[in-house]
């Protein structure tokens, strides 16, 4: 998910926020079940989020988007 808003300027007409917010990609990480010849048993992988529902996109955007943009 890309989340972007609209630039803001001040009276001089500087840019005080450059409209990008950031990349927040459907993944999960999981540990490995098994030993395999390219790692153990236990060690996290990144899994992409095959279907996506709105129940995950309103826990990214609460748990993720809102605290980065309140950091911006």
Same mark, same amino acid.
């Given at each position: 998910m890309?989340?972007?808003?609209r630039p803001r300027f001040d009276s001089h007409r500087n840019v005080t926020f450059d409209r990008?917010?950031?990349v *927040?990609? *459907?993944i999960i990480k999981v540990p490995a079940k098994r030993t395999s010849v390219n790692r153990v048993a236990g060690t996290m992988e990144t899994k992409p989020i095959l279907s996506v529902t709105r129940a995950i996109i309103r826990s990214f955007y609460i748990n993720k988007v809102l605290? *980065?943009?309140m950091d911006k």
């Open positions: 890309t989340a972007v808003a990008k917010i950031g *927040f990609p *459907f605290p *980065f943009i």
